[in-house]
């Protein structure tokens, strides 16, 4: 071989390792976090005592707020309690910085994760702002212009429109910077939110983290749709999976002679005899999320009057009974939403025809660039999550080189309360 050429395939050699050293990929022996199980540790999260030590809610000077956006339509009467979009703020005394926290997957503004992460940063001297998932249903209701969520660029001008009105509105609060942190689903729509910043430039956001987002978001909720499909021995014409679990859990807090639901108590489940197996748990993960899909179907068929589940004419009152509807749209998971109803208002909106194209267009694909180049834009994943595929990883490394660090386990935001992820968080956001 020449010596030119020689040179040449060292260097390569050289550049693709330091690529490859530049991802901060955590030791699995160094990292500590006990749930080597993906499925365990996306339903039980981190034992209590590997947690941060945050402040109570009873010492957060904290308060929800409504905001009348009024989307262009008009809503069923039995939507009155949504009219309206609700969001909490925590405050601190003086000025101070402010997180925006985007909430994952159906999730509302006072999910559990979001709230922990309003406890963290509080703790550190944020102002916090939580946030609805724009595929909840009181986002869609009283946010979405469109109630069709799921086209990831239209929803984050639904977000950057609610962020804008939540600052509007606490026009006295002193703000030194803006941050931004989504996890899950509110991962993804952080980063549109940030590339729709760069242009608007309301906030100039000083860091943005995206916790355990999905890449290709088709295949995030194909990966999902299947666990509930995940064959459990036991379960036959005569019971159900909900009989088996429910059954487990009587028979666990026999056990323990009390009846106490919380993180800890699933975590302390799991290490008892009654725990539940893979097949059990990625059925328990898939089942949570179908309802979050069903709750996606609905709330935007009912909204949109589509007739898919409601028929469009079906009399809407406060006293209507949704439940068989409700029911109807159990059956439908997210790539029947998909196909149902956003991939024919998608194709509406002349952007393309298709689902190749919609996939690139909503999925982090479509801002490759404007992620390789921007410093303040960092990934927290975890290498077992059951969202990604393995070509997901590869993207993410390209993409973001040193700015992705990459955790051996915690399947699906099951360490996002781990304190070394906190201490890391914290760590990002003070740089």
Same mark, same amino acid.
Request: proline letters at 5%; aromatic letters at 12%.
């Given at each position: 071989?020449?010596?030119?050429?020689?040179?040449?395939?060292?260097?390569?050699?050289?550049?693709?390792?330091?690529?490859?050293?530049?991802?901060?990929?955590?030791?699995?022996?160094?990292?500590?976090? &006990?749930?080597?199980?993906?499925?365990?540790?996306?339903?039980?999260?981190?034992?209590?005592?590997?947690?941060?030590?945050?402040?109570?809610?009873?010492?957060?000077?904290?308060?929800?707020? *409504?905001?009348?956006?009024?989307?262009?339509?008009?809503?069923?009467?039995?939507?009155?309690?949504?009219?309206?979009?609700?969001?909490?703020?925590?405050?601190?005394?003086?000025?101070?910085?402010?997180?925006?926290?985007?909430?994952?997957?159906?999730?509302? +503004?006072?999910?559990?994760?979001?709230?922990?992460?309003?406890?963290?940063?509080?703790?550190?001297?944020? %102002?916090?702002?939580?946030?609805?998932? &724009?595929?909840?249903?009181?986002?869609?209701?009283?946010?979405?212009? %469109?109630?069709?969520?799921?086209?990831?660029?239209?929803?984050?001008?639904?977000?950057?429109?609610?962020?804008?009105?939540?600052?509007? @509105?606490? $026009?006295?609060?002193?703000?030194?910077?803006?941050?931004?942190?989504?996890?899950?689903?509110?991962?993804?729509?952080?980063?549109?939110?940030?590339?729709?910043?760069? *242009?608007?430039?309301?906030?100039?956001?000083?860091?943005?983290?995206?916790?355990?987002?999905?890449?290709?978001?088709?295949?995030?909720?194909?990966?999902?749709?299947?666990?509930?499909?995940?064959?459990?021995?036991?379960?036959?014409? *005569?019971?159900?999976?909900?009989?088996?679990?429910?059954? $487990?859990?009587?028979? +666990?807090?026999?056990?323990?002679?009390?009846?106490?639901?919380?993180?800890?108590?699933?975590?302390?489940?799991?290490?008892?005899?009654?725990?539940?197996?893979?097949?059990?748990?990625?059925?328990?993960?898939?089942?949570?999320?179908?309802?979050?899909?069903?709750?996606?179907?609905?709330? *935007?068929?009912?909204?949109?009057?589509?007739?898919?589940?409601?028929?469009?004419?079906?009399?809407?009152?406060?006293?209507?009974?949704?439940?068989?509807?409700? $029911?109807?749209?159990?059956?439908?998971?997210?790539?029947?939403?998909?196909?149902?109803?956003?991939?024919?208002?998608?194709?509406? @909106?002349?952007?393309?025809?298709?689902?190749?194209?919609?996939?690139?267009?909503?999925?982090?694909?479509?801002?490759?660039?404007?992620?390789?180049?921007?410093?303040?834009?960092?990934?927290?994943? !975890?290498?077992?999550?059951?969202?990604?595929?393995?070509?997901?990883?590869?993207?993410?490394?390209?993409?973001?080189?040193?700015?992705?660090?990459?955790?051996?386990?915690?399947? %699906?935001?099951?360490?996002? !309360?781990?304190?070394?992820?906190?201490?890391?968080?914290?760590?990002?956001?003070?740089?």
């Amino acid at each position: 071989m020449p010596l030119a050429s020689r040179l040449f395939a060292l260097l390569a050699i050289l550049w693709l390792g330091g690529a490859q050293a530049a991802v901060n990929e955590i030791d699995a022996a160094s990292y500590g976090f &006990p749930l080597t199980n993906p499925f365990e540790a996306t339903i039980a999260t981190t034992p209590p005592e590997l947690r941060p030590t945050l402040p109570d809610d009873a010492d957060i000077d904290q308060a929800d707020y *409504s905001l009348r956006l009024r989307p262009r339509r008009e809503l069923p009467d039995n939507f009155w309690a949504v009219k309206s979009l609700k969001y909490r703020l925590a405050r601190q005394e003086g000025r101070a910085p402010l997180v925006f926290i985007i909430s994952g997957t159906g999730a509302h +503004y006072a999910n559990g994760k979001t709230e922990e992460l309003k406890r963290l940063f509080y703790g550190a001297g944020y %102002h916090v702002v939580q946030l609805s998932s &724009p595929t909840s249903y009181d986002f869609m209701a009283a946010a979405s212009r %469109h109630a069709t969520p799921g086209i990831s660029d239209r929803d984050a001008i639904d977000l950057y429109r609610v962020m804008e009105s939540v600052r509007a @509105q606490q $026009k006295d609060l002193p703000v030194s910077d803006y941050y931004l942190i989504g996890y899950s689903l509110g991962g993804l729509h952080a980063a549109f939110v940030s590339h729709l910043d760069e *242009s608007r430039q309301a906030f100039n956001f000083r860091r943005v983290l995206l916790v355990n987002p999905p890449v290709n978001l088709f295949t995030s909720v194909t990966n999902l749709d299947r666990l509930v499909q995940t064959e459990v021995s036991g379960i036959d014409s *005569s019971s159900t999976f909900y009989d088996l679990v429910l059954g $487990k859990l009587a028979r +666990y807090f026999e056990e323990r002679g009390a009846v106490e639901i919380d993180a800890a108590m699933l975590y302390d489940f799991q290490q008892s005899r009654q725990r539940l197996s893979d097949e059990e748990m990625a059925m328990l993960i898939g089942a949570a999320f179908r309802f979050a899909a069903a709750d996606i179907s609905f709330t *935007s068929d009912l909204i949109n009057r589509r007739g898919f589940i409601i028929p469009p004419t079906y009399p809407m009152d406060q006293g209507t009974s949704l439940t068989p509807f409700f $029911k109807r749209a159990l059956l439908c998971d997210f790539g029947c939403y998909i196909r149902e109803q956003l991939m024919p208002y998608w194709r509406r @909106q002349g952007d393309g025809n298709s689902l190749l194209q919609l996939i690139d267009q909503v999925s982090l694909y479509s801002l490759r660039t404007y992620l390789a180049g921007s410093d303040k834009i960092k990934v927290f994943h !975890n290498r077992d999550d059951m969202i990604l595929s393995p070509g997901d990883l590869g993207f993410l490394r390209r993409t973001f080189g040193a700015r992705l660090t990459l955790f051996p386990r915690g399947g %699906h935001c099951g360490n996002l !309360n781990y304190r070394v992820n906190t201490q890391a968080m914290l760590e990002f956001f003070r740089d």
